[in-house]
DNA sequence: CGGCTTTGACCAGCGC
DNA sequence: GCGCTGGTCAAAGCCG
């Protein structure tokens, strides 16, 4: 973690969780640093950059990119703030975490698991008992390099500026909820979402991007030219 | 009519 | 080999 990201630790503006080493750093923003508007609505600039970080993330092979991400998530985070719109307030605490999980390494199940796995016991791998992993290793294929997050939100899908075509919907077992799959629309590119709510906090929403994108954030978003922090996409893209 | 979602069918990987 | 499960396909239907 760099120094920067070390200073807003210890200040308390983002908690670094004890989760899974073996998937990096996971970073939770607290409410007032994700004090963006309503994922999906006009202004969810913020929190569709977040998204799109996350789908370059899953590619990235930069060393200490999670907290680079983080350092400029937090940024736009708080020059969001000085333009977010009160009469588009959530209406309740919103917030966004995300991490970084090494490239061809860990499959969504494992992910989907230490994610729901709250407690880390001494003998177990990240809270999976050795015979699980046992065989979660032997089903381990290479894949694209995924990157997945969590936002709580009361829609599913992230406007994350590219499009999105739902090909799939698959209710997973031991989950209330259906997860749902999407491709890029965008020909030659081959990158796909998977989006699921958390079966504990259906309150949360686990967005897991896999592939990288060819091309750039389509550019029929509303008003992505005029956002004042459109150089973060630069930084991304 | 084109683009999208829905949804049942199908396939592959894995454990038993 | 069989059954289970996650992921994908593709036909049908919906909508602007």
């Avoid at 708080?78 to 490239?103: E, I, M, N, V």
């Avoid at 791998?125 to 997945?148: D, N, S, T, Y």
């Amino acid at each position: 973690m760099s120094s920067t990201s070390q200073a807003m630790l210890n200040q308390g503006l983002f908690e670094e969780q004890e989760i899974p080493t073996q998937m990096g750093n996971f970073f939770i923003f607290p409410s007032s640093l994700s004090n963006c508007p309503p994922l999906g609505c006009h202004q969810s600039l913020k929190v569709s950059n977040i998204a799109a970080a996350a789908a370059s993330l899953a590619a990235d092979a930069v060393p200490n990119s999670a907290a680079t991400l983080t350092e400029t998530l937090l940024s736009s985070a708080t020059s969001q703030k000085h333009r977010h719109d009160p009469a588009s307030d959530f209406g309740g605490p919103q917030l966004l975490s995300l991490h970084r999980s090494s490239a061809n390494f860990w499959a969504w199940e494992e992910v989907n698991e230490c994610l729901g796995s709250k407690k880390i016991g001494v003998d177990d791998h990240l809270g999976v008992p050795a015979m699980k992993m046992k065989r979660i290793k032997a089903r381990r294929k290479v894949r694209e390099p995924r990157f997945c997050f969590k936002t709580m939100s009361d829609v599913d899908v992230l406007d994350d500026g590219y499009k999105w075509r739902k090909y799939g919907q698959k209710v997973v077992k031991n989950t209330q909820h259906p997860r749902s799959y999407y491709r890029c629309t965008q020909d030659n590119c081959r990158v796909k979402k998977r989006v699921e709510r958390l079966a504990e906090d259906p309150r949360m929403v686990i967005t897991t991007y896999e592939g990288r994108h060819v091309h750039s954030p389509s550019h029929d978003l509303e008003d992505s030219s005029q956002q004042p922090n459109s150089q973060l996409n630069n930084f991304f893209w």
